[in-house]
């Protein structure tokens, strides 16, 4: 499977928290840039998990014995 390069993270500027609107110490592009890495974070993990559901769609279910076996030890 092909290692895909992960996207760069975008340093969030902050303010001096003694400044008039510095409101959570992030400026507007602070703020921006917050949200530009929440939506690399969700793609990042909307990638893992159809990586999870393509290997649990091609795993081959533990039958019978086995199976029972499998589930008393959880």
């Known amino acids: ?3 895909e ?3 760069l993270m975008v340093e969030a500027e902050t303010l001096d928290p003694s400044e008039p609107g510095a409101e959570y110490c992030l400026s507007d592009k602070g703020r921006m840039a917050v949200l530009t890495n929440l939506e ?9 998990n159809a990586t999870i559901e393509r290997y649990n769609a091609t795993a081959v279910p533990a039958s019978g014995e086995k199976a029972q076996r499998l589930g008393e030890n959880r």
């Not at 974070?41 to 893992?48: F, H, N, Q, T």
């Open 5 to 7: 390069p992960h996207p």
């Open 40 to 48: 690399l974070y969700r793609g990042a993990l909307d990638k893992c």
């Open 1 to 3: 499977m092909p290692i």
